[in-house]
């Protein structure tokens, strides 16, 4: 399973692991992939500093890069204080009677509690964008398409490659034309933020609308070697998958609260997801529990735009997390839930996606 990706990134096989946890990142890093991280959970500059260090010492000196969420136009924002007055009180008050109908506890009074994800933020993304760039990192992608081309240069300027996503061909193309080096085509099926496009019609379009201007890694609806080998049939270079490394082991190590969230993961079929903006403020795909059917309840109020949004849901968030209830989990997941059977190693999951691929295209070459 090489593509010309393999070389210019010196790995070993061409599947691009996306992850907020760092000890999913560093092990697929170590397993022959690209372990990317995803940095809108951290707030902190210096929080994502001494993860990225630990990143440099864990991943046995093999590349990995990291996710930022940035528009490529500067929006205008104000401080969480200012942001948090924005929402309005009858949205708060839906949130508090949904937590009270789903019977999720409060939080202890002990609790750490984490503040809404400011990572949303360009200025936040601007200082991730910092942070990485004094580390040792491969790659810079954005899951919100280009960045803005300073930053591209930036990147670029540190021999750093940036990647961008992307949902339809012309939004491919514009990427392109800003400086992308490398595009992600995420198809319908994906979780977190997605368009319309399913995978199987998206790829070839994008791959068509690139040319051999820049390599495509396709995403959404990848788990198993079969639909790697699919992905490359189609035009891609690479395959970019998020999903499927919820359920290994190595999340826990980041998130060890987090049985209840696998436990609904390995439970749920592939029917079992739904696209809504009640997560960030703009289409995602979560994973379909009782907290996303009462946000399609008559009488639930709209969501609210991004950063609002998660500011109004992340209390909610917090306590859905530590009740642990699988019922209620509020969970960005790709409709290749179905195929998440049980948590197991990094290791293990690149194993299989190898092999598979390898029988895959095994079994193809005797239909010549």
């Not at 070389?7 to 990142?25: C, K, L, M, N, Q």
């Not at 994906?190 to 609308?209: F, N, Q, S």
């Not at 436990?263 to 529990?289: E, H, M, Q």
Request: proline share 7%.
């Amino acid at each position: 399973m090489r593509t010309s990706l393999c070389d210019r990134f010196g790995i070993e096989v061409p599947i691009f692991g996306f992850t907020p946890s760092e000890h999913v990142a560093a092990a697929i890093s170590r397993a022959g992939g690209m372990g990317v991280l995803g940095c809108v959970r951290f707030n902190d500059a210096a929080e994502l500093d001494a993860v990225l260090s630990w990143m440099d010492e864990n991943t046995d000196g093999k590349p990995y890069g990291v996710d930022i969420v940035m528009p490529a136009k500067i929006p205008s924002e104000g401080t969480q204080t200012d942001l948090n007055e924005l929402i309005p009180p009858g949205h708060r008050e839906f949130v508090d009677k949904v937590l009270k109908d789903l019977a999720v506890p409060p939080l202890p009074d002990d609790t750490d509690e984490r503040a809404g994800v400011l990572g949303w933020l360009h200025s936040v993304a601007r200082s991730h964008v910092d942070v990485a760039l004094n580390h040792r990192i491969s790659l810079i992608a954005n899951a919100l398409g280009s960045p803005p081309v300073d930053v591209i240069t930036r990147a670029h300027d540190a021999g750093v490659p940036v990647a961008a996503l992307a949902g339809k061909g012309s939004h491919a193309a514009r990427h392109v034309d800003n400086g992308v080096d490398l595009v992600v085509a995420q198809g319908h099926e994906a979780g977190g933020h997605t368009g319309e496009i399913a995978t199987m019609v998206l790829v070839p379009e994008i791959v068509d609308a690139v040319g051999d201007r820049a390599p495509v890694l396709a995403a959404g609806g990848i788990g198993s070697g079969r639909q790697v080998a699919a992905a490359l049939a189609l035009g891609a270079s690479g395959a970019w998958m998020g999903s499927y490394w919820l359920a290994t082991q190595e999340y826990l190590q980041t998130m060890p609260e987090s049985e209840a969230m696998q436990d609904a993961l390995v439970a749920a079929t592939s029917a079992d997801t739904v696209r809504t903006r009640i997560y960030t403020g703009k289409p995602a795909r979560l994973l379909k529990t009782r907290w996303t059917e009462a946000w399609a309840a008559p009488g639930a109020p709209e969501p609210l735009p991004m950063p609002l949004q998660n500011l109004l849901v992340s209390h909610a968030h917090n306590r859905i997390h530590a009740a642990a209830d699988p019922s209620v989990v509020s969970m960005p997941v790709g409709q290749i839930v179905g195929r998440m059977d049980r948590v197991r190693p990094v290791a293990d999951v690149m194993a299989d996606l190898v092999q598979g691929f390898d029988e895959t295209v095994s079994r193809l070459d005797k239909l010549r």
